[in-house]
Structure formats: C-alpha cells, structure tokens
C-alpha cells in the first residue's frame, strides 16, 4: 500500500513540481559551501575589502549587506540551518502528533480524555504569542532552543486530525478482526491503521515544516533566535535592523523573502497532491 502511494505521489504533477523544488533546496543545503562563492562572513577578497550596501551585479550577484557580506553565499548558506530547522521540527512533531493520535483514537476511554485535555490546551492557545512567550523566556540561544519551541507548540493540529481518523478506523472490520483473533494493541496499531493513514501522516509532516520554517523566521525577525546564526529570517531581521526599505535595498531583504515563499509553496503543492491521491473524486476532476 505504501509503495503504490509513493508511486502516485511521484505521478502527480503538482507533488512533482513541488518535490522539484523541495529537492533543488535540499541540494542547495548539503552543497552551500560548494555553491556559494564567499564564506558566510568573509567581507573581503584578494582586491580588498567589499563595498557597504553595494547594488546586485559584478562579483556580487545579489549585493551586499551594510556589513559587506555577500547576500548571495549568505542566501546559500543560510539555506541549510532554515532547512534543517524546518525538517527536525517537522519530524519531531510528526512523531508526538502521530503518537498522542494512535494512542487517543484507538485506546478511547480514560486514556483519550487524558490525551484529548492535553491536545485542547495546546489547540486553544494561540500558537504565535504561545512561541513568543516561550522563546522570550529560554535564556540559551541557539538553533536547537528553537527547535524545542516550534515542536513544543506544532504537534497539536496533527494530533487532533490522526485522532479523529484512527476513531473512524477502529470501526473497521479489518481492525475488529484482528481484535477477534487476539492481536495485540501495538500489531494492530502498526500493522492495520498505521499503513492506512500514510498520507495523513505525510501531510502532517510537511505542513509542520512548513510552520516551522515560517515560525522560525517569525522568531528571528523579532529578535528571539540566535542573530548570530545565518539563517532566512536572521537575513530579514538584519534587513529591518539596518533600514532597508529606507535605503531602498530591496536585495537585503526580498531574496530570503523569496525563498521562504518557494519553500512554502513547495510543501502546499505536495499537500495539494496528496489531497489529489487519497481523495478519489477530486482525483478524476
């Protein structure tokens, strides 16, 4: 059943176009300080220093910053902390949310409201002042404090949405023979439902890492990451810090922007084809 979903989602155009672009990223991530001419903080070269807020062209595809850094090589390198950010959040909320589901949605009971109180709690709190607050009060500073924060607060869409599918499964015959047969929880956990929510838990991965990506530039560009770090939204942080709109620096700021959008879009696309693939009707439109 997976491999002929796999082979679906690969058919699809829209999860093609996206999964293009996901993986021109990805690239873009593992070989940064392949591709990017200038280390991420080198402001100078063999012809000496590089010009302050120097305009897109000649060695600098995309200008420079105030610093003179390079936004081009800082745009590539800052790809792979962005990237991997989105992905360990995604992954980690993924996990709780597919766990506290199962368990919910099959176990019911006493077991269900403990899990379905915590799950409320989460899905009632806004989850934008919620990262704020908590981001505002981790003293350490770094990637992985962020990390913790945006899988802190993801897991909880996801969660009520698997829940709500395991509970209309249980229901199955597939399921209650097993039951009849003496399967324990987790055979048929993981061998009946688990195999059959495969997309679910697919859209629930790229949709958390795509909050994520968007939730960690949200946190940077008001000053809560680690500024020292290169990322997309250190990028726009250091673009409003130093006025670029006033300058009319459009390269400081516009790029990371874009790459954002691209990544986003990515993830939508492949959470549109997925909708296409399990969702017969909207497939033969």
Same mark, same amino acid.
């Given at each position: 059943?997976?491999? =002929? ?28 300080p392949i591709i990017a001419p200038y280390e991420i903080r080198q402001s100078s ?8 807020? !120097?305009?897109?062209?000649?060695? /600098?595809?995309?200008?420079?910053? /105030? *610093? ?8 590539? /390198? ?10 360990i959040t995604g992954t980690i909320s993924t996990f709780v949310a597919l766990t ?5 949605? &099959?176990?019911?009971?006493? *077991? =269900? ?23 505002? &009060? ?20 996801? !969660? ?17 023979? !097993? ?57 726009? &942080? ?31 696309l492949m959470n549109f084809a997925i909708d296409e693939i399990s969702n017969p ?5």
């Amino acid at each position: 059943m997976i491999q =002929d979903t796999f082979k679906l989602f690969v058919g699809n155009k829209k999860a093609l176009v996206g999964l293009t672009i996901f993986l021109i990223f990805l690239i873009i991530a593992i070989f940064a300080p392949i591709i990017a001419p200038y280390e991420i903080r080198q402001s100078s070269d063999e012809d000496g220093q590089f010009p302050m807020r !120097a305009e897109p062209g000649g060695k /600098h595809l995309l200008g420079t910053s /105030h *610093a003179g850094y390079d936004i081009f090589s800082r745009l590539i /390198h800052g790809t792979r902390l962005t990237l991997m950010v989105g992905i360990i959040t995604g992954t980690i909320s993924t996990f709780v949310a597919l766990t506290v589901g199962l368990l919910s949605g &099959y176990l019911g009971g006493r *077991a =269900d409201d403990f899990l379905s109180f915590i799950n409320n709690i989460f899905l009632v709190i806004p989850s934008l002042p919620l990262i704020i607050v908590i981001a505002s &009060y981790i003293t350490m500073r770094g990637i992985m404090p962020i990390i913790l924060v945006l899988s802190l607060t993801g897991w909880a869409w996801g !969660a009520r949405v698997i829940r709500s599918q395991v509970m209309s499964m249980r229901e199955r015959e597939f399921v209650q023979v !097993a039951e009849v047969l003496g399967e324990s929880t987790l055979v048929i956990i993981f061998r009946e439902i688990l195999p059959n929510i495969i997309s679910l838990v697919m859209v629930t991965f790229f949709t958390s890492t795509m909050a994520a990506v968007i939730g960690q530039a949200t946190l940077e560009f008001i000053g809560l990451g680690n500024m020292a770090a290169v990322t997309w939204g250190t990028m726009l &942080y250091w673009a409003q810090n130093n006025a670029a709109l006033l300058y009319g620096a459009w390269w400081w700021f516009l790029p990371p922007g874009l790459f954002i959008g691209m990544l986003g879009a990515s993830f939508a696309l492949m959470n549109f084809a997925i909708d296409e693939i399990s969702n017969p009707k909207i497939r033969k439109r």
